[in-house]
């Protein structure tokens, strides 16, 4: 069964410092993997998707994310947070056409 | 604005009444999909369209629930019957298969339909 596990529900970092939100997948097939913001009151918007073409992946808004295989893992990762940071962020798995599993979500807050 | 769009924004309803959404998706996607998200949790799976074609339910589609893409562009979700526990945000979200042939599409989301059942 595919499944998708972000290990902190809640993340606070104080602006200007690095930012790590983690997800760790289980799946039986190579999945697509996905990053999605949603800000308060707005639609979820991609910050970036693995595809198998490169580890490291690169998002919008400076984050970045790393497939490791044996780790299961990709974890999201930003070197400076901003105010603007402060979201819901969600780690999505796609293991077919439709298979799509978000996992719960880690809020992240950037104190001033 | 050529994004994903759904109507109504908000809807608070009596127990019981029926409700029905509307999902207008990006125009060039032939993939459209409802999810739905409760308070803290992440999106939940519900449906799935290629075209006017519905390929998935989810299990968490109950019978009281019906969705329809009659002419393989917008989508409307309706509730029969509704219940306190159908009091969520209903997303809507579309995308075009492209080269990969979908395992890697990107799917582009509405802002999302909040239903209060009273």
């Known amino acids: 069964a595919q499944s998708v596990t972000q290990l902190d529900s809640h993340v606070s970092v104080s602006e200007g410092t690095p930012v790590l939100l983690r997800c760790n997948y289980s799946s039986s097939y190579s999945p697509s993997l996905f990053w999605y913001v949603q800000h308060p009151n707005k639609g979820l918007q991609l910050l970036l998707k693995?595809?198998?073409?490169?580890?490291l992946v690169k998002g919008i808004n400076g984050f970045e994310a790393e497939f490791k295989k044996s780790e299961t893992s990709f974890h999201l990762t930003k070197p400076s947070a901003h105010m603007s940071d402060a979201a819901e962020y969600f780690c999505?798995?796609?293991?077919?056409?439709?298979?799509?599993?978000f996992g719960p979500g880690t809020s992240l807050s950037v104190i001033p | 604005d050529t994004g994903v769009s759904q109507d109504p924004r908000h809807k608070i309803t009596k127990r019981g009444q029926n409700v029905t959404f509307r999902c207008d998706p990006i125009s060039e996607h032939n993939r459209l999909y409802w999810y739905r998200q409760t308070l803290g949790q992440g999106p939940e799976f519900l449906t799935y369209f290629q075209n006017e074609a519905q390929l998935e339910k989810s299990r968490l589609l109950s019978d009281r629930f019906s969705a329809e893409r009659p002419k393989g562009s917008f989508s409307t979700l309706e509730i029969q019957r509704t219940e306190q526990g159908d009091s969520a945000m209903y997303l809507c979200?579309?995308?075009?298969?492209?080269?990969?042939?979908?395992?890697?599409?990107?799917?582009?989301f509405g802002p999302g339909t909040r239903l209060t059942v009273l």
């Open positions: 693995y595809t198998s073409a490169a580890t």
């Open positions: 999505v798995v796609k293991t077919s056409y439709d298979k799509v599993i």
């Open positions: 979200a579309s995308s075009s298969p492209g080269l990969a042939g979908g395992m890697t599409d990107t799917q582009y």
